[in-house]
């Protein structure tokens, strides 16, 4: 594809509501942890891509342990993640030059597809972002305090990872101070006053949060 690919792995997490004494993107499907796959899957779109791999800072020697067990190599850098999301991808984005096209990943989407990493890639040389969305296809409901009343699903997307971006206008985004309001990259990226531009996902990109993820991402890989 392109030199200047780079993309960042968000792997800070530790796997609270998965019931696991070890953080879900270390956990093995086909006797692999779930965060191989994650990369495998980019390596395939194109192997050229720089990696950063933020992680929990507890982690950190683990991981090095695992990929030497493993025997996995390939062209990455560790940072420290933090307390949020947020400060994960703030902290791996300093690494990332100027010029580069990034995308940023959940380390625990293994199933994002060939089509998916190159489509985001292609259009954020034009757009400047390319964010993954899929149709939602439950009815949707908007419920306060004092009503509630039906979504025009049609309307609502289901955003996923990767979201790419122009490395310059993400960085400069990041800049500001941390909101809760903040879920997601393209959220930190829209606040700063830019456009997010949205493509076609795929709908197996799930992100495995539960033991019932678990299940379907085992089958889905097998």
């Not at 594809?1 to 993107?25: E, F, T």
């Not at 929990?56 to 342990?65: A, L, M, N, R, S």
């Not at 300093?94 to 380390?107: F, K, M, Q, T």
Request: charged share 25%.
């Amino acid at each position: 594809m392109d030199p200047n690919h780079y993309v960042i792995i968000v792997a800070g997490g530790v796997g609270k509501r998965m019931n696991s004494p070890l953080p879900k993107q270390f956990i093995k499907i086909n006797d692999k942890p779930i965060i191989f796959h994650t990369i495998e899957r980019f390596l395939e779109a194109d192997s050229s891509i720089e990696f950063i791999i933020s992680l929990h800072p507890d982690y950190i020697e683990y991981w090095e342990e695992l990929i030497q067990h493993h025997n996995f190599k390939f062209s990455h850098k560790t940072v420290k993640g933090g307390n949020e999301r947020f400060y994960s991808v703030k902290n791996a984005l300093e690494l990332v030059p100027r010029n580069a096209i990034v995308g940023i990943h959940d380390s625990v989407r293994p199933l994002v597809s060939l089509g998916t990493i190159t489509r985001c890639f292609r259009e954020t040389q034009t757009y400047f972002s390319a964010i993954p969305v899929e149709d939602s296809v439950n009815s949707l409901r908007y419920i306060t305090e004092h009503r509630n009343e039906i979504l025009d699903r049609s309307l609502v997307k289901q955003v996923q990872t990767p979201q790419y971006f122009n490395a310059q206008l993400i960085k400069e985004s990041y800049c500001k101070e941390y909101s809760r309001k903040f879920t997601d990259d393209a959220s930190v990226y829209e606040a700063s006053g830019h456009d997010i531009h949205p493509v076609k996902g795929n709908p197996e990109n799930i992100k495995i949060t539960s033991p019932i993820d678990l299940i379907v991402a085992r089958e889905l890989l097998r």
